[in-house]
């Protein structure tokens, strides 16, 4: 109960929040058994930006999950909206700059790609805001509704199948490193989540989403416009996840209906394990990040060893979920008697 | 009779049936096809296993919940009868398969009932933890592949037929499936136990409140156990009947079904929330979507189509639910607010 109380202040010192650390911890101690038992993948640069490339993916959505999470929703169509956007970008950049033409008309459809996918990722967003903010169908349904809609419209305009040839000045600028180092993925991921911190963190729409979080009714009392709130917290949530697509569509160099089929669970997944509360009103983004990086070294882990096929990964995924969800009850009652008992309610 | 009629009308079930006659209607005037005999036995066909998942799928909703791991807890407890059956050259009837499959649907139904009877968290969450356990441990661990050779047993019986419609124009002839009356039992099963049980009254009873519920004198854990015991066992058979009616086993063939299943329930007028809904809702909205599934190659429509019209589907049946509940809570305060006041 006291973890409860405490959590609730967003803005409490780092290290106080006992999830942080634990979190921390576990990175530490995965860190040390990934150097110890493949020392050559650890300590070379190539590990280390392969993973910069491919987190951001999965990352951006949860940063989105997190935000609808913390307002007590939840948004699980980001796959369908990441997916939607880079087909639609896809396709904006073959119409603008079909394979073959110059340099600039390149750098044109690029930008112009950009601009539509944030655009389309509001729109998205803000569908869905407006469906749990105006008509009040839960955000699980809608999301649910919405992940349906969006990969179907996906489905509809690429024909189900994957677009590719894209103009190279897409590759070009989406490969390349800043000082020679940091990829751009990891570099769109880090200016998506320092917004995201300044706006919870910093600004009073931050402040509100939590309190939207903690009890909508008492927000509305309270003179907070929770209709507008809750859309432009999905809103947000979209743009992220257009955002994601754009890097997926970098990543495969096609987009598909299809992609990402996974990580709608592992952002729900990093969200949880991030220490936000399912049902709305404390968490934190240091928490979330952690658990994107932990899990991305849990990956990269898994890929040095060849003989381990890759449909481990969801048990893997799932059983950490699963693991998580024990160990935050276990630190709840200090008292693991009580999980076994026959009466009683879910505690 | 008069306060029957306006009851009837007043139900959402109602407004179900009307939207699924208009719509049979519309696609039987732009195909001529739909009020065919083997068009119909089709799509009793293709009911049978959607069916029996919304039978699992509705008891959880009611229960407060949200379950998307009955297709990958179907797919392994059938990959898991199917390769020890063909492994062992089992060569009887169809009772050892299911046996095997509902104890082992019931297995992992328990995992799912231990997790969300004693933690206080979303079983959305849970379930999809443990969705991607199970498909983990089937695709990985099982290391699953096609199996082309089922068991003679469950070929036999999703060969099984009641009778053959025939179409006269076109020739073409449909299989009523022996399955079918499995769905039928299994829905009867539930409706007698959701009503006339004290384990029943206690799925509707925690989905309206929980700690109301207790302290009723609900034994809310083991009520909420069980539950998902039914339901993995509910699941399992929906499985099993599935390959044995496609002749062989297809591990992912199952995978990706959730959504389309909880749509339908939540269609048929079962409340998100919990505590209320009927199964008549439920099996009327896993028709509709059926019908819209099968008919759109009837009307022309491509399939690339289907993905977007569940989406709309969900968004449109939920968002009319949605704002007549908003409406009658508003209603409802209003009224308190004038009694007060008087």
């Known amino acids: 109960m006291l973890q409860k109380v405490t959590s609730l202040n967003p803005r409490l010192g780092l290290f106080r929040d006992q999830h942080v650390v634990r979190l921390a911890a576990i990175l530490a101690l995965l860190l040390i058994f990934f150097a110890i038992v493949k020392p050559k993948n650890f300590f ?56 073959g033409s110059d340099a600039s008309t390149g750098y044109l459809a690029l930008a112009a790609a950009i601009g539509l996918s944030l655009v389309i990722g509001a729109l998205a967003g803000a569908l869905n805001g407006i469906l749990v903010a105006k008509v009040r169908i839960p955000a699980i349904l809608v999301t649910l509704g919405t992940f349906e809609l ?11 199948k994957p677009t590719s040839g894209l103009p190279p000045q897409y590759a070009e600028v989406m490969a390349s490193r800043l000082f020679g180092v940091i990829p751009m993925p990891l570099i769109i991921f880090i200016i998506g989540a320092v917004l995201v911190g300044l706006l919870m963190y910093k600004s009073a729409f931050g402040t509100k989403l939590y309190m939207l979080g903690s009890n909508e009714t008492a927000a509305q009392f309270s003179g907070l416009k929770t209709t507008s709130l809750i859309i432009r917290t999905y809103m947000i949530s979209g743009v992220l996840a257009s955002l994601a697509g754009l ?22 997944l990093i969200v949880v394990l991030g220490g936000v509360n399912p049902n709305g009103g404390s968490g934190r983004l240091s928490g979330v990040i952690l658990a994107v990086v932990v899990l991305q070294v849990l990956s990269s882990l898994l890929n040095t060893f060849p003989n381990i096929s890759n449909f481990y990964r969801p048990l893997i995924w799932g059983g950490v979920l699963l693991l998580v ?23 | 009779m008069r306060s029957y009629l306006s009851k009837i009308v007043r139900a959402n079930e109602f407004y179900l049936l009307l939207v699924i006659v208009v719509l049979s ?24 296993v959607p069916g029996l998942f919304a039978v699992g799928a509705f008891m959880v909703l009611v229960s407060g919940g949200i379950d998307v791991s009955f297709p990958a807890l179907a797919s392994l407890a059938v990959y898991v009868t199917t390769r020890v059956l063909v492994d062992a050259g089992w060569g009887g009837g169809i009772w050892l398969p299911f046996l095997m499959a509902i104890a082992v649907g019931a297995v992992l139904g328990a995992f799912n009932g231990l997790f969300a009877s004693r933690f206080a968290v979303p079983v959305l969450i849970i379930t999809l933890g443990t969705a991607s356990v199970f498909s983990g441990i089937m695709q990985g661990v099982l290391g699953s592949v096609q199996i082309p050779n089922i068991p003679a047993g469950m070929s036999e019986f999703g060969r099984a037929t009641l009778f053959v419609a025939k179409n006269p124009q076109s020739g073409l002839t449909s299989n009523m499936p022996v399955s079918f009356l499995l769905l039928i039992a299994v829905v009867a099963i539930a409706f007698v136990v959701l009503r006339f049980t004290t384990f029943g009254r206690g799925i509707y009873a925690l989905g309206g409140d929980e700690s109301a519920a207790s302290r009723a004198g609900f034994n809310v854990r083991r009520i909420k156990f069980w539950l998902y015991v039914a339901v993995g066992v509910i699941a399992a058979i929906a499985g099993l009947v599935r390959t044995s009616m496609m002749d062989q086993m297809h591990p992912t063939n199952l995978l990706g079904m959730e959504l ?20 008549t809702g439920a099996m009327l909205g896993t028709l509709l979507i059926v019908i819209v599934q099968n008919s ?5 429509i491509p399939t690339f189509w289907q993905g977007f019209a569940l989406g709309v589907l969900i968004i449109v049946g939920t968002g009319i ?11 409802n305060s209003a009224a308190l607010i004038q009694k007060g006041s008087a």
């Open chain 2, 25 to 48: 209607l519309i696609i039987q005037a732009r195909s001529g096809q739909f009020f065919t005999a083997n068009n119909l036995v089709d799509i009793a066909n293709a009911m049978v």
């Open chain 1, 150 to 160: 969006f990969t179907g419209i996906a489905v509809i305009v690429s024909g189900g």
């Open chain 2, 260 to 279: 389309m299943v909880i749509a339908a329930v939540v269609l048929g007028g079962t409340a998100i929330t919990g505590g209320t809904g009927t199964l």
């Open chain 1, 247 to 268: 890097v997926m569509l970098a990543n495969y160099n096609s987009a598909k209906a299809d992609y990402g089929s996974t990580y709608t669970l592992l952002a729900v």
């Open chain 2, 321 to 331: 639910s949605a704002v007549q509940l908003t409406r009658r809570n508003r209603k």
């Open chain 2, 296 to 300: 759109m190659i009837l009307v022309g």
């Open chain 1, 325 to 347: 969800i024990v160990v935050n009850q276990w630190g709840k009652n200090n008292n693991l008697a009580r999980l076994f008992r026959w009466k009683g309610n879910a505690s």
């Open chain 1, 44 to 99: 070379g640069l190539a590990t280390w930006q392969s993973m910069a490339i491919q987190f951001p993916e999965f990352g951006l959505m949860a940063l989105g999950v997190m935000l609808a999470m913390v307002i007590g929703g939840i948004d699980l169509s980001v796959v369908g909206i990441a997916n939607m956007t880079a087909i639609g970008s896809a396709l904006l950049m073959l119409q603008i700059a079909p394979v």
